[in-house]
Every structure is written in C-alpha cells, then in structure tokens.
C-alpha cells in the first residue's frame, strides 16, 4: 500500500511539472482515471452514451490545459471539476437540443450496437438506480462524499456553494436514499 | 442488506463490469488533442494573416513603387515539428523529447528548443540545439540543456511563498545569432512568470521571452562575462524577440 501511495503521489508532482501531454502520459492517465470519471459522468448524465462523451470530452480539455494543473488538488479532484463542467454545457446544450432539433455531432465513435451488447452483459446495481432517481443536485453531493470521499469543504469548493448547503443536500439525499431503500425491502 | 447501509453499494461500481475505456476512444481523445493544439495555432495566426493580405493587397491595388522589394537571399526553409523530431531523432535516438520552440537563426540554421521527460530520475530536460544544413539536408547539433526536477505539491507551495527568483535557472549555450550574441536558456516553474529580466552590470535590461505553455525561457545576450548578468523574473509579455 505504502509504496503504491508513493507512486501516486509520483505520478502527480510529476503531472504537476508537465505543461503539454505526450501520446505517453495520456495513455497513462486516461487508464488510470477513466472508470472514476466515467462514473461520474454517469452519475451527472444518467446516460452511456452521453456518459461516454462526456469522460471523453473531460480528457481532451484537460489534456490541452495540463499547464493549469499545479497540484494544488488531486488529479482525480481536477478532472472530476472538467468533468462537471462538461457535464453541465452537455445537460444544456442536449436540453437545448430538445427545444430546437439539431444534428449532434457524436464523438464517442461507439455504434449503438457495440454499447448494446456491453450493456446487456453488465447489470446496474439496484442501489445506484436509486441514486440516480434523485434530482442532480442531491445525487451529486452524495456522490462526491461517499463515492470519492471528498469532504463537506471540498464539495462545496467543487461545485462553488456554501458548507451549508452542501451538509442540507447531503442530509436530504442520505434521507431520500433511506427511504427508497426501505420501500425497495 | 439493511437499509440505511447504501454507502457500500454507491461506493462499488453501478455496473457488475466497469466500463472499461476503449482503444478507439484513446485514439480520438489523442486526436482531438492534437487538433486541438493545431486549432490554437491556427486560430493565433488567422488574424495577423489576414490583416496582412489586406495591406498587400491594398498596397498592389495602388501600385506603389516599394512594392518591388529586392529578391531575398534564399533562406532555409522552417520544417514541421514533427519532421525535426525526426531528423533529432535519427542523430539522437534514445529520447522521448517533444519540439518546445525552433526559429531561423541565420539563411543556414534554425534554433530548436525541445522537452526530454525522465520518468526514471523524475526530471525534465531542456535541450537547445541547432538543425544545420549541409548538403542539401539537415543536421541536429545539441549545443546546451538545462534540467529541472520534477516538484511535489509541498515544494511548490513553498517556493510560491518564498519568491520566485530562486526557481529560476540557467545555463548559456555556445550558439550565436546573426548578432553574435550568445545563447542563454533558463527554467522557471512560475506560472505568472511571462518574461525575465537579464540585466548587465551597466543596468542595461534584456528581455527573455518564456515560451508559452512551457517552463522554458531563452535570450541572446552580448558577448560579457556571465557573472555579470542579473536575472529576475517579470510578468511582462514579451511580443517580440
């Protein structure tokens, strides 16, 4: 454990000194971070294949803006932040979209086919589709606690609001699970 | 399971198998970046073009007399990063080094700047060199480096709070431009560091220009002993070499 925690803490001061990624380091941190940031972007979407564009898009941002990475935060905390921000210009512009049909342009490259059949194989965990029966904004504090164990000062740096209101969504959304549990037994 | 214990679940993965990312999005994640990077740079340079071809085109319309400009003395040609790359690499090939920055030095040879990332001795290398022509193809010629170590998050919250001059490194290198003045390469680590000062012992203060998205700066500086020279950091955007 201990020398693993050495190398990831390697592995981000030296992120934190490269200014532009080589095929190298972006093979290396989209392996390691891609399920994490996938799951997020699940989470904030509710959907694979918006999911998918959505991590997809968080690499590529991130990759062209490396030199803003200081290691001030984590790696992981840094591209959960791109990885909201994506997700909201996605949620707007895909309910935009809605209003005013539009061709979207698909950059996953995934077939319907090939998400069908890995989709068919996997099953979803009945308590994450209770999870993602809540509004966003619960599902995502509650999330970023438990899931990526970020703390109430942390989430409420994350998504730009007060403690406060971090600590009424996470009780509401802790409260709501509770409940959905219950009916679910 | 009992009620109140969803933190477990939500802290495994929604799906019995973990999506996985593919090799095709790897490559369209890299593709994109590249293209990202060339749509940055071609974005930088539209404007100045432009406007350019309009004051030609504008100049030609009336016919003024300077618009016949002496035919220049035939130049080297500037090559694409990646076929430096190739040609540093054919001289020099047990690096992985990325081009940071090349310009004409003179009609025959062209400053390149590169980036070497040692994993290994958690370091980055900075080379300065020259592609030299001679008949008829390119030479890479490694003239100078500098290195800078790679820096934990601790470190770098100190140095920010101690000041920024004693993050600053350098090195000069045996290569003169068309002027005769030397090469100096440096490092700074200072994301608001845009340019340094290089000042002489006679308070005469040349700029280095620090190239953008990099840690590396780079002057030419006259012919004078280095102890001379005074070097501080400044965030003034240089324009101009």
């Known amino acids: ?185 | 399971m009992p009620v109140t214990n969803f933190e477990d679940s939500l802290r495994r993965e929604p799906y019995t198998e973990p999506r996985r990312v593919t090799g095709q999005q790897i490559e369209q994640i890299k593709e994109r970046v590249a293209q990202g990077e060339r749509k940055k740079f071609h974005f930088k340079w539209v404007i100045p073009v432009l406007l350019s071809l309009t004051v030609l085109s504008g100049v030609s319309w009336f016919n003024l007399p300077f618009m016949q400009l002496p035919k220049a003395a035939e130049s080297i040609k500037m090559p694409s990063d990646e076929r430096t790359l190739r040609i540093i690499n054919k001289f020099d090939p047990d690096k992985t080094r990325s081009i940071i920055h090349q310009e004409l030095l003179n009609n025959r040879e062209i400053l390149v700047l590169t980036k070497v990332i040692k994993s290994d001795e958690k370091t980055t290398l900075w080379e300065a060199g020259v592609l030299n022509e001679e008949d008829d193809s390119l030479r890479w010629l490694k003239k100078g480096e500098v290195t800078t170590p790679f820096i934990s998050r601790e470190q770098y919250a100190k140095l920010a709070e101690k000041g920024i001059t004693d993050t600053l490194t350098h090195a000069f290198v045996p290569l003169r431009d068309a002027n005769g003045r030397t090469l100096v390469i440096g490092t700074s680590i200072d994301p608001h560091t845009n340019s340094i000062d290089i000042t002489d012992s006679n308070n005469n203060v040349y700029k280095a220009k620090k190239i953008q998205t990099s840690f590396l700066w780079y002057a030419f500086l006259p012919e004078k002993q280095k102890s001379e020279y005074r070097y501080e950091p400044s965030r003034e955007v240089v324009t101009r070499k």
């Open chain 1, 1 to 185: 454990m201990k020398t693993a925690g050495a190398a990831n803490a390697a592995q981000e001061d030296y992120l934190a000194t490269l200014v532009s990624a080589g095929p190298m380091e972006i093979e290396m941190i989209i392996a390691k971070y891609w399920t994490d940031i996938w799951n997020y972007a699940f989470v904030l979407t509710k959907k694979h294949d918006l999911a998918d564009d959505v991590a997809q898009d968080t690499f590529v941002q991130a990759f062209l803006r490396l030199d803003k990475f200081r290691g001030q935060s984590s790696v992981k905390t840094w591209l959960l932040k791109i990885c909201h921000n994506v997700a909201m210009n996605q949620l707007k512009s895909a309910f935009l979209r809605k209003i005013f049909p539009v061709a979207a342009v698909r950059h996953s490259g995934q077939s319907a086919s090939a998400e069908s059949v890995f989709f068919a194989k996997t099953k979803l965990d009945e308590v994450w589709e209770n999870m993602l029966e809540l509004p966003l904004k619960h599902r995502e504090v509650l999330i970023l606690e438990i899931k990526y164990e970020l703390s109430i000062a942390d989430i409420a740096d994350f998504l730009g609001i007060a403690e406060g209101t971090v600590k009424s969504r996470l009780h509401r959304a802790k409260a709501k699970m509770r409940m959905k549990r219950k009916e679910e037994e």
